[in-house]
């Protein structure tokens, strides 16, 4: 009788452990299938489809017996982080967020096709091709959108790889997608978040005067600016880009105020584009004291920034304070609309970023192009320094809103500026082409 129950304890225990193993196979199953399948099943599938640009150029494109790219290099290596690979070696591209879609998954048929998918994006091509020439083997990004639909006509990163190699030579960070996946030191182009703070806040700021000698000290601290400003007003600030000046405003929002501000125009919290992850900023948040604070509100101290997060900001501004959420995968569906900034605010901003173009930067450097925006030299400690500028074009026909990132590039108005004309000169041409 006792070997009989140990017999029979045997097999109910045995039992247990097969229903506790199909239970996490099923689990696994339904968590990670779409992968198993993807990976052993994608060339032998009967899923069929296609990604193209906006104008219809083929950027990707699978069948049961082939993977397809666009049959020029340049045009596979640019547009790289918009496409990824059949390897999903970098998380940002269609070919592996949108897999379910793309390959019509069933986790009971395994890779199947009901229908031929199509998927139409809303970047063109030949604005990437141009931008990634304009960064010229550097490190960094250019993203571009229309600031009234939400089209993204342009995501950028550099370096990338040839899509069809599948053992390419590996640059530093070339599978980062450094327009939406990262964040990085933003220099002066977090005054305007400053300047906005202060319009918000400050209600003499416009009565206010700003001395720089090329220094000061707060508390004992001293702040650097590398330029001699002398007396300057809040607009003259702004455009001069002087650190002194910007410490001493931020000081006077407060900290409280200056991470609000921050935190409402949404550079601390991650985004995402159509439904892909986007990185998420820093800005201190534990009290610091006035030094501290007065580094921040230049763009210093523990400040970052995602270059896809300011480029929602200053296409808000553009756009009256409204956001028209970029998107990038053309479905038919109406654009989200956030009311991000202060309309009253945005357009004071508008004045002020056509202001620093005007009086200091140039108009010469964009020839007939109507461009409102702002620069950064984001020191980041290692005698380098981030190249920034980010804006958009005051043209109703053309309502771009552009970032543009160099990493340890150097100057951003002699690094990151002759980019930004470049691809904002092609996106103009081609614009009368695009349908909106």
């Known amino acids: 009788?006792?070997?009989?129950?140990?017999?029979?304890?045997?097999?109910?225990?045995?039992?247990?452990?097969?229903?506790?193993?199909?239970?996490?196979?099923?689990?696994?199953?339904?968590?990670?299938?779409?992968?198993?399948?993807?990976?052993?099943?994608?060339?032998?599938?009967?899923?069929?489809?296609?990604?193209?640009?906006?104008n219809g150029i083929l950027l990707a494109a699978f069948t049961a017996n082939d993977n397809?790219?666009?049959?020029?290099?340049?045009?596979?290596?640019?547009?790289?982080?918009?496409?990824?690979d059949f390897w999903d070696r970098t998380g940002t591209g269609m070919l592996t967020n949108f897999s379910r879609q793309l390959h019509s998954y069933s986790p009971i048929t395994g890779m199947t096709q009901t229908k031929r998918i199509e998927m139409t994006l809303n970047v063109d091509a030949v604005i990437d091709n141009k931008a990634y020439a304009a960064l010229a083997g550097r490190k960094g990004a250019v993203g571009v959108v229309n600031y009234r639909t939400g089209e993204l006509l342009c995501m950028v990163s550099s370096p990338a790889i040839d899509p069809t190699e599948p053992e390419p030579k590996v640059l530093d960070g070339v599978y980062i997608n450094r327009l939406i996946s990262a964040a990085f030191v933003p220099g002066s182009i977090f005054k305007l978040i400053t300047a906005a703070a202060a319009i918000e806040t400050l209600t003499t700021i416009w009565q206010r005067t700003f001395f720089c000698e090329g220094e000061a000290e707060v508390a004992?601290?001293?702040?650097?600016?590398?330029?001699?400003?002398?007396?300057?007003?809040?607009?003259?600030?702004?455009?001069?880009?002087?650190n002194i000046a910007f410490s001493q405003i931020a000081i006077m929002v407060g900290q409280t105020e200056m991470i609000n501000h921050v935190r409402a125009y949404g550079f601390l919290?991650?985004?995402?584009?159509d439904g892909i992850p986007t990185a998420a900023?820093?800005?201190?948040?534990?009290?610091?004291?006035?030094?501290?604070t007065g580094w921040s509100g230049i763009g210093q101290s523990t400040d970052l920034i995602c270059p896809f997060s300011m480029l929602?900001?200053?296409?808000?501004?553009?756009?009256?304070?409204?956001?028209?959420?970029?998107?990038?995968?053309?479905?038919?569906?109406?654009?989200r609309e956030t009311l991000l900034v202060n309309p009253d605010t945005a357009k004071t901003m508008q004045r002020l970023m056509r202001n620093n173009v005007v009086t200091?930067?140039?108009?010469?450097?964009?020839?007939?192009?109507?461009?409102?925006g702002k620069?950064?030299?984001?020191?980041?400690?290692?005698?380098?320094?981030?190249?920034?500028?980010?804006?958009?074009?005051?043209?109703?026909?053309?309502?771009?809103?552009?970032?543009?990132?160099?990493?340890?590039?150097?100057?951003?108005l002699s690094v990151a500026t002759p980019i930004a004309n470049t691809v904002l000169q092609t996106a103009v041409r081609r614009g009368t082409d695009m349908e909106y």
């Not at 097969?18 to 899923?47: D, K």
């Open 1 to 54: 009788m006792k070997k009989l129950n140990r017999r029979a304890f045997s097999v109910l225990l045995l039992a247990l452990f097969i229903a506790i193993g199909m239970l996490t196979y099923v689990q696994r199953f339904l968590e990670s299938g779409e992968n198993w399948a993807s990976y052993f099943s994608r060339l032998n599938s009967l899923s069929e489809g296609t990604i193209t640009d906006r």
């Open 68 to 84: 397809r790219f666009n049959e020029d290099r340049t045009t596979r290596i640019a547009n790289y982080h918009v496409t990824g």
């Open 220 to 242: 004992g601290v001293k702040i650097v600016c590398p330029f001699e400003h002398y007396t300057q007003d809040f607009p003259g600030a702004l455009a001069n880009s002087c």
């Open 269 to 273: 919290d991650p985004h995402d584009l």
């Open 281 to 292: 900023g820093t800005y201190p948040l534990d009290f610091v004291g006035d030094p501290e």
């Open 312 to 335: 929602r900001y200053v296409a808000a501004i553009a756009n009256d304070g409204v956001l028209v959420e970029p998107t990038m995968v053309r479905d038919g569906e109406p654009p």
């Open 360 to 372: 200091v930067y140039g108009d010469n450097r964009f020839p007939g192009l109507t461009v409102c």
């Open 375 to 412: 620069t950064g030299t984001a020191e980041v400690g290692d005698g380098t320094s981030h190249a920034w500028f980010t804006g958009f074009l005051q043209d109703e026909e053309h309502p771009y809103a552009f970032i543009v990132f160099v990493e340890n590039g150097g100057g951003g």
